[in-house]
């Protein structure tokens, strides 16, 4: 009878707990259980940890876990998942170790099934392979270790830490495998840069969802492998799967990145139909393929037309017209974003400062390196200082420029010194470059294009014995430059062309049309005795 009457107060209150949907409501009738005398009811102790966690309130979750003087398995779990999900996974560790030494009496019931994933993704987060492998240990003793859910958070856990021999054996050992599994199995491969390995599971695969087309295309956008990651996109929509915002987002960034604008416009079309354009996440990712691909008026519109703006909204539009040469309309669109009252991070002064960089506008550059740090106390990176530089480069500033490098926070790294260099070509300021060929040959000495842009300054200086020592010197070296390359959209299908890659179909009639063209063009200037010597050619070093 007692029973029964604690479960009908209990019920009492599970339509006030399903309506409840912030902070607030939750602490009255939180209130309202400790009136009633209900504080050891695991039972709604777990339903208001739940609900704790939905509001992003973990801490507040696990002040009511530690009320209950015996909490239940089903508590517990929701406490840790609460802390794992908000990657507090200390707090997380520390639930199931009091669970395992309370377990030793059999009064209490130990970790279930549903207890060890959350445990394997807070080692996960925690770095923790020894204690992953402990756990591992754990769930062999107790005969866990055939679960489905189990396995699954193995696999992912050993993905994480890049041990895929273990979370391929414990692929291979499931008798049982879900969905879940072969998504785990196929993005550890893909995160341990194994692409080939993990294609080849992805093609065993019987039955494939969103998730896992997704974790194929997101796999080779982060290997730099584009073309692949529209290749199954294409295969995704011939299987008829719709894909979803994560999906646009993947495949939009390798249309940015190898500049399939006509491709992009058709995910735009989709987008549009699908609803997913509302989304400020998905329409930055629009904002980013435009801009990359030279589209920046449609760039603009989306912009225009959108909603809600976050901080990456303006920083990409900001970016994305400092590339295209409009600094004053990046500038203009910083104060309206300041008047918008969004804070600007990192990202936006580097597009800011790009842009002040390729229009040559030095003071407004470095007024707002300046207020980066003393207004928004937002700490410069390698990549702001590099722009300063070749801010003050372009502007013949050098001494101002070398004063900077050496008063950097951090190591200065080759293109810091490779714009430095690059800058003395248009002055001719020999000693300077130097200076700064004296730094690349340590951080870069196989790289062609350093000596050819000091072989030029000394060209333009008339110092023809040093042009050709440092030919001899490349000859010595057997230096080779990297291939130039080419990538263009027809049909829908980005095409890629190597110099000096005759494998393409119709290579001989592409060779001849381009000499052909080439034979139109006037005699070129051979009062350099014959030495071509243009900035980006590097021929003269391989000769």
């Not at 391929?168 to 495998?177: A, G, T």
């Not at 982060?222 to 990651?229: E, I, S, V």
């Amino acid at each position: 009878m007692k029973a029964l009457a604690l479960r009908d107060l209990e019920n009492m209150f599970l339509p006030c707990l399903r309506n409840c949907v912030n902070m607030a409501e939750l602490k009255r009738i939180h209130a309202n259980v400790v009136k009633h005398g209900l504080t050891q009811s695991s039972f709604l102790l777990t339903k208001l940890v739940m609900i704790c966690d939905r509001n992003g309130e973990p801490e507040y979750a696990g002040l009511l876990y530690k009320t209950a003087a015996e909490p239940n398995v089903f508590l517990c779990n929701a406490v840790m998942k609460s802390y794992a999900r908000h990657h507090l996974y200390v707090p997380a560790v520390a639930v199931f170790k009091v669970m395992l030494l309370k377990a030793r009496d059999e009064a209490h019931a130990g970790p279930d099934e549903y207890t060890l994933p959350i445990v394997l993704k807070a080692c996960a987060g925690l770095g923790s392979a020894e204690l992953g492998r402990e756990v591992h240990g754990f769930a062999w003793k107790v005969g866990l270790v055939s679960r489905v859910v189990v396995g699954n958070g193995m696999i992912d856990m050993y993905g994480k830490f890049g041990c895929m021999e273990c979370a391929r054996k414990v692929f291979d050992e499931m008798s049982d495998r879900d969905l879940v599994s072969w998504n785990a199995v196929v993005s550890g491969y893909l995160r341990a840069g194994s692409v080939a390995t993990a294609r080849q599971l992805f093609d065993e695969m019987d039955r494939k969802t969103v998730v896992s087309w997704t974790t194929m295309i997101s796999g080779y956008v982060k290997t730099g492998r584009y073309d692949d990651a529209i290749s199954v996109f294409h295969e995704m929509q011939m299987a008829g799967v719709q894909p979803d915002e994560i999906c646009v987002v993947a495949v939009l960034t390798a249309c940015a990145q190898v500049g399939a604008f006509e491709f992009g416009k058709w995910v735009r079309t989709f987008a549009d139909k699908s609803g997913f354009l509302e989304k400020t996440f998905i329409a930055n990712a629009f904002i980013e393929m435009y801009s990359k691909c030279g589209s920046i008026n449609e760039a603009c519109r989306v912009f225009n037309q959108m909603r809600s703006r976050d901080v990456i909204s303006w920083s990409t539009m900001i970016g994305g017209l400092a590339n295209h040469g409009k600094a004053r309309e990046a500038i203009e669109l910083f104060n309206e974003m300041k008047r918008s009252n969004v804070e600007p991070n990192g990202i936006t002064f580097l597009g800011l400062i790009s842009a002040c960089s390729h229009a040559g506008l030095t003071d407004e550059g470095l007024m707002y390196i300046e207020s980066m740090t003393k207004e928004y106390r937002v700490e410069p990176t390698i990549e702001h200082y590099g722009c300063i530089v070749d801010i003050l480069g372009r502007a013949g500033r050098f001494d101002r420029a070398l004063s900077l490098i050496e008063k950097m926070p951090m190591q200065s790294d080759s293109k810091i010194w490779g714009s430095l260099l690059s800058s003395c070509r248009s002055y001719c300021n020999l000693e300077v470059a130097v200076t700064a060929m004296q730094h690349l040959i340590e951080l870069e000495p196989d790289d062609t294009g350093n000596y050819v842009l000091l072989s030029n300054i000394f060209a333009r200086l008339g110092k023809w014995e040093e042009v050709s020592k440092l030919r001899r010197f490349i000859r010595s070296k057997s230096m080779k430059k990297t291939p130039g390359c080419s990538l263009v959209e027809v049909d829908n299908v980005v095409e890629e062309f190597v110099s000096g890659d005759d494998s393409k179909p119709f290579s001989k009639e592409i060779f001849w049309l381009l000499e052909l063209l080439s034979s139109h063009q006037g005699e070129e200037d051979d009062s350099n005795e014959g030495l071509n010597l243009c900035e980006d050619d590097t021929s003269l070093m391989v000769s």
